[in-house]
């Protein structure tokens, strides 16, 4: 799959945090009250920001298997989880996966819970469905939070927000490394696909929210959509550079706001204990 860089992960994950529908959690966290423990796999873990929002919620012995294919981010997660906690009551190992051709190896053993984060909106459905069949088979709940769901809000608007908004849209649905991707169609697919699969489903929307203060995330944003403008809508490069000159003035003035909407979803097999 395309990797992303540990800068990028590092901006992203305090927003991420903030955006996690707490409802959502507390369904997580509900499933597996009175537990004394539980063994968690993170799939696509990047540096382990999963477990580091979700871990108070769970129960007091934890032990996290983080799965990744990026060698340089699964050495940062294993050198963070120190200073989480020590065992017994948490113990965290990092396993290198290429999650397209070995998913199944990643969910070997005894495990509670499949956890992701900003992960579905990159797969095909063909990838979708099988981890959805794998997880089923071996009776596992699921906490899929922050799949994009091509919602975005910018204030002030500007010419050409539409088109560039439409043209990331359009980008988000070629292969990521899994196929071409569900991009913003992921999160109600999954949702079926869990459903039809005998799962029921709590999910909510866990938009990122910038303000005035938030300037280097979105120019960040800002600056990704005007490189796949050229690619995806078929824009003049002046127009492009125009529009993000305009958008920066905006942050530069501190006038700009942006709504990036996400979905979280946890799915558990109808019946479980």
């Not at 965290?92 to 900003?118: F, K, M, N």
Request: net charge negative.
């Amino acid at each position: 799959m395309s990797g992303f860089s540990a800068e990028w992960l590092a901006l992203r994950e305090p927003y991420d945090l903030a955006a996690r529908d707490a409802g959502v959690l507390d369904a997580v966290a509900g499933a597996f009250r009175g537990h004394a423990s539980i063994a968690i796999v993170d799939l696509a873990c990047g540096t382990g920001s999963t477990l580091r929002a979700i871990r108070h919620k769970l129960p007091p012995r934890q032990s996290w298997r983080l799965v990744d294919n990026d060698l340089g981010l699964l050495a940062q997660a294993s050198a963070l989880a120190p200073s989480l906690g020590r065992p017994p009551q948490l113990t965290v190992i990092t396993r290198p996966v290429d999650l397209v051709r070995d998913l199944e190896l990643a969910l070997e053993g005894p495990l509670d819970l499949v956890t992701t984060s900003a992960l579905l909106d990159l797969v095909s459905p063909e990838w979708l469905d099988r981890l959805i069949v794998e997880a089923a088979a071996r009776r596992l709940p699921v906490y899929a939070a922050l799949s994009y769901d091509g919602r975005v809000m910018i204030d002030p608007e500007e010419r050409f927000d539409r088109e560039l908004v439409a043209g990331f849209n359009l980008h988000q649905r070629t292969d990521k490394g899994f196929g071409p991707a569900l991009g913003p169609a992921a999160a109600a697919r999954a949702i079926e696909r869990f459903e039809h699969f005998g799962y029921g489903v709590v999910h909510e929307r866990s938009d990122w929210v910038f303000g005035a203060d938030d300037r280097d995330i979105q120019d960040g944003l800002f600056a990704g959509w005007a490189g796949l403008g050229a690619l995806t809508m078929g824009l003049a490069a002046d127009e492009i550079a125009g529009w993000l000159a305009r958008r920066r003035a905006h942050l530069a003035a501190g006038r700009s706001s942006l709504r990036v909407g996400h979905v979280d979803i946890f799915a558990r097999p109808i019946g479980a204990r």
